[in-house]
């Protein structure tokens, strides 16, 4: 009935369980789990069909891993949206149990599960933001405009950010709002304008105002360090893959359990290959306990 929220175990009704089962470089719900949104009468349930349903997990870019986790608190969350979401070139064929729902709200939902699981509050908003962008940039309506209009305030704030630095060193001196001013001065003006800036441009997105104002302050106050991340990782891969060339391994952790021989522990067959046996022992993820209508701990589950 509406009002219920949080999720349960889809076999028995009492607290989640997850069991997940590796293929390759993605994964197999092995057990049924369920969410009670307050907005509806029914729970959803996913997956709807255990045996053929896949997820990558959480997809997050690697340079943002160490704020936003693939793996942690909002586990659960993002497994269920998955389910709740068809993507571009997919059958359309509902993969979840329960009341049809558009990307949309299924972001929604997505936001307001983790809130349900304990997930801190900026980063539930950083990811549900992630997921909004992504709707946006496949929509059906106006797909074009959404996407130059994100190209442009990414652009912009990129711009702004790098001319900021600039300024702050005293190599280029053309922003108005840093002047020839004590460095802690511009310093404070850099980051007003990193808030200010974005918030300004959101006005454009109208109804998804808020995605466009996370989305850019988070690349203002987050563009140094992401861009140290990005030479920290560059010289990462170039290092790992000249190491790991002669066992035939690269620093795509991903590839390199899609090529995991067939045959090997963890491999496993595909879902529903004629061979495949499903009351075979799963490699699975840790159970996350959730009691209907409590908020979990947070916690970091791991494989």
């Keep these: ?154 652009t912009a704030v990129v711009a702004l950010g790098s001319l900021a630095t600039l300024d702050l060193f005293d190599v280029w001196n053309v922003l108005p709002w840093m002047g020839d001013r004590p460095w802690w001065v511009e310093l404070l003006s850099g980051a007003a304008a990193a808030v200010g800036l974005p918030a300004a441009l959101s006005v454009l997105w109208g109804h998804y105002w808020r995605v466009a104002a996370i989305t850019g302050i988070a690349m203002a106050l987050l563009l140094h360090v992401t861009l140290a991340v990005i030479v920290v990782s560059g010289v990462y891969w170039v290092l790992e893959r000249l190491v790991s060339w002669p066992e035939g391994l690269s620093p795509n952790v991903a590839k390199n359990l899609a090529n995991v021989p067939p045959g090997t522990r963890d491999a496993g067959e595909p879902p529903g290959a004629p061979d495949s046996a499903p009351d075979s022992t799963p490699d699975s993820a840790p159970a996350i306990p959730v009691e209907p209508g409590r908020r979990a701990e947070p916690t970091e589950p791991s494989f």
């Design 1 to 154: 009935m509406a009002g219920r929220v949080g999720f349960f175990d889809a076999e028995t009704g009492g607290e989640l369980v997850l069991v997940l089962r590796r293929y390759g470089n993605e994964f197999q719900i092995i057990r049924q789990f369920g969410y009670w949104d307050p907005k509806y009468d029914e729970p959803f349930v996913v997956p709807a069909d255990p045996e053929t349903f896949l997820t990558d997990l959480a997809s997050i870019p690697s340079v943002f891993a160490w704020l936003v986790p693939g793996l942690g608190s909002h586990l659960p969350a993002v497994l269920l949206h998955d389910g709740l979401v068809i993507a571009d070139g997919e059958p359309s064929i509902p993969t979840h149990l329960g009341p049809p729902v558009t990307r949309e709200e299924a972001d929604r939902i997505l936001r307001d599960a983790m809130r349900e699981l304990g997930t801190p509050v900026i980063r539930r908003w950083l990811i549900w933001t992630g997921a909004e962008l992504g709707t946006l940039w496949v929509a059906r309506r106006h797909r074009w405009w959404w996407r130059i209009l994100a190209t442009l305030t990414v």
